[in-house]
């Protein structure tokens, strides 16, 4: 019922900056907490970091704490990653995904797990060079 779609990715040499747009449709996401999740080949899904509904709480991944930053503009159903400083390590495809249930809190674990997402996007390409 929610589309969500990546753009932004691309080719960055190390040390450099790429901001991700995921932009939602079919209806609002301003209700529900967002999430970015990656994947490199030969390896699992992983978590990189989550936004609440209205953006007062985000959380990270250790290993990109410190250089990226979620957003999110409800008014343009959109949420965001600024990813600077980016290591050859960043690279993968990277998705986005809402959760749409309803809580009476928002923790880090839930954020952290995937099987907590309704609706994922296709994905965008990362690509770090050194």
């Known amino acids: 019922q929610v589309q969500l779609v990546e753009s932004g990715g691309g080719l960055v040499q190390a040390g450099g900056s790429l901001r991700l747009s995921c932009a939602a449709s079919?209806?609002?996401?301003?209700?529900?907490?967002m999430g970015w999740f990656r994947q490199a080949p030969g390896k699992e899904r992983e978590y990189v970091s989550a936004?609440?509904?209205?953006?007062?709480?985000?959380y990270y991944a250790d290993s990109v704490k410190g250089r990226f930053t979620i957003s999110r503009d409800n008014s343009k159903n959109t949420v965001y990653l600024q990813m600077n400083s980016l290591k050859p390590e960043d690279t993968a495809v990277y998705y986005c995904a809402a959760d749409t249930k309803r809580r009476l809190s928002y923790t880090s674990i839930w954020a952290a797990n995937p099987l907590e997402y309704d609706y994922w996007g296709q994905g965008t390409q990362v690509t770090v060079s050194s």
């Open positions: 079919g209806r609002s996401i301003s209700s529900y907490a």
């Open positions: 936004i609440s509904w209205r953006g007062g709480i985000t």
